[in-house]
């Protein structure tokens, strides 16, 4: 995540936890909208195997241009693949054009099964992207990039099989796992100007960052960043049937809306653009640190996440008309 370096010094100690899935069905006291059953998709074991493998040492950072991320481009390649995502592109890559170095986007899509919406878009996207080596602390040069964004990786990953394999949206979705973000969110800029170029018809974007560690004394999940521009997090919640989105007053006052991969989609297209996230600037201490490591992630936190947002994605791709507005 692209921070201001002044916001570091909020940052405190790593806490840990964990949430656990229960199967019940929800009613949501403010719409009585009753939710089908939290279903347990994905796992810890899953999220597990997956993370030690995009924040591993072979990955060197994971730095756009670097040989590392060239080894998760592929991962990321061969996972759409085989879950039945298309490439949006000719390929899954979208090479970016504002990167001196070789650097790629990897797109896929899950068509809409409704022949009317499916000409709707919905954007879910987190860079996949990290800062490489950096100067040594105690002998680790590596910063690994678990929470920083292998996490965020990861549960788009996870929400991409689902609907890869499932096939239950009505409108298209697109998969986007964005490069150079760390450099300046150049990776999404890019994506952003060439579908706004190709006259993409984009309901909205929902991005997701640093979701390794739960939040510490708070009554909802994760926050969204521009949490009073739209009505999303509302929306989000009547889906889930819990209140699983909330407000934290120190993502709007760092303005960490215009700090990840959602903002140039909000720029270019205008349309309502969120990043989900879990990071609230007391439950993790190494931010573009090596001690971003894989150890520290709560994987039984991350899979009850993306099992919590699935029947929100599936809630809001098949809704019969754009529920998420603009205030």
Do not use: W
């Amino acid at each position: 995540m692209k921070i201001l370096s002044y916001v570091l010094a909020a940052l405190l100690a790593l806490s840990c936890g964990s949430t656990k899935i229960v199967q019940t069905t929800n009613v949501s006291p403010e719409t009585k909208k009753t939710t089908k059953p939290t279903e347990t998709f994905t796992d810890a074991e899953r999220i597990g195997e997956m993370m030690n493998y995009l924040a591993s040492n072979d990955l060197k950072g994971r730095e756009a241009g670097g040989d590392g991320i060239e080894m998760a481009a592929t991962y990321i390649e061969n996972y759409f693949k085989s879950y039945g995502l298309k490439p949006y592109f000719e390929t899954y890559r979208d090479t970016l054009s504002n990167f001196k170095k070789p650097a790629y986007n990897i797109v896929g899509v899950v068509g809409g099964n409704d022949p009317d919406l499916k000409d709707e878009f919905i954007l879910i996207g987190a860079h996949y992207d990290h800062i490489g080596a950096i100067k040594p602390e105690n002998g680790d040069y590596i910063a690994n990039g678990a929470n920083d964004n292998a996490s965020g990786t990861t549960s788009v990953l996870e929400m991409a099989r689902y609907f890869g394999t499932q096939k239950t949206n009505k409108r298209t979705l697109i998969f986007a796992l964005f490069s150079a973000e760390e450099k300046g969110l150049l990776g999404s800029k890019h994506l952003a100007k060439k579908l706004k170029e190709q006259d993409l018809n984009l309901y909205t974007m929902l991005n997701f960052e640093m979701t390794g560690v739960p939040m510490r004394d708070k009554d909802y999940l994760m926050y969204v960043t521009g949490y009073e521009m739209s009505n999303l997090a509302e929306i989000s919640n009547d889906y889930a049937g819990e209140k699983l989105v909330g407000f934290l007053p120190t993502a709007k006052e760092f303005n960490l809306y215009q700090r990840s991969d959602n903002y140039p989609f909000h720029e270019e297209f205008g349309v309502p653009s969120h990043t989900f996230c879990t990071f609230d600037f007391t439950n993790f201490a190494y931010y573009h640190k090596v001690g971003d490591e894989v150890s520290l992630m709560d994987f039984d936190h991350m899979a009850a996440l993306v099992n919590k947002t699935i029947p929100v994605i599936e809630g809001i791709a098949n809704a019969p008309s754009q529920e998420i507005k603009l205030k």
